[in-house]
């Protein structure tokens, strides 16, 4: 039988009900900004959808004009609840959202799966919502997609990049990097600290820490990765829940970024 892991943050951090998900979605991606890019990788807040969704469909409208051509999406997520000292494999066959079931691509885990840095934990999969959030907008922008996704732990810039380089491949293949930038600190300090990640970010500069970054360990990963292929990094957006969701007293900092190759900028 089919191995599935289901929807563990369905009617918490996006709607359940896919007509109203769909909805939703659309309406994000229609108020969000187009710009020419042709990202090979971005960056995109895993909150609830009121709070980072805005953000978040900034870099996900990027991939409407090259939807045909992704077949598969390499995504890598900071863990919250069950920790790992690598990169590590959910071991199921398949993803289910509420728009419905995405397989994995068993020849990309192939390829990656002897690598020492990863392993495979059905626990650090089970109720991790940075990955499962990006999902909804993965298949809303690119339809039918392989999907590559790895929960990320402990792993060193180096070792998420070794992963990134081995599965990089070419226009069918795009990375994904879910991450939140500061938490709760007041509006303005947030602003500033965020402003100061983003740079970091454009620098491609791979020595993020967890509070600047709750994804530090995967951006700085693909920050590496990027500098060794050349890329370019793009802000699409910076903001916080005090923008989107009103309290301005303890924020949580979200950014969108895009990362083109040369001639596709």
Known sequence: MLQVRPPAVADMFYPGDAAELRRVIGAMLASAKTRPFIPKAIIAPHAGYIYSGPVAANAYTLLQARHERIERVVLLGPVHRVWVAGLALPGV?????????????????????ALPQV???VGAHAMEHSLEVQLPFLQTVLGNFKLVPLAVGGASASQVAEVLEALWGGDETLIVVSSDLSHYLPYDQAREVDADTADAILHLRSDLVGERACGAHPVNGLLL?????????????????????????????????????????
């Not at 793009?234 to 924020?251: E, F, I, P």
């Open 225 to 265: 990765a990027a500098r060794h292929k050349g890329l370019k990094a793009h802000l699409l957006d910076l903001r916080n829940s005090g923008d989107t969701a009103g309290d301005k007293n303890r924020v949580v900092g979200y950014g969108a970024f895009a990362f083109t190759e040369e001639g596709d900028a």
């Open 93 to 113: 066959e398949a993803f289910e959202t509420p728009l419905g079931r995405i397989q994995l691509d068993r020849d990309a885990i192939h390829a990656i799966a």
């Open 119 to 121: 392993e495979t934990s």
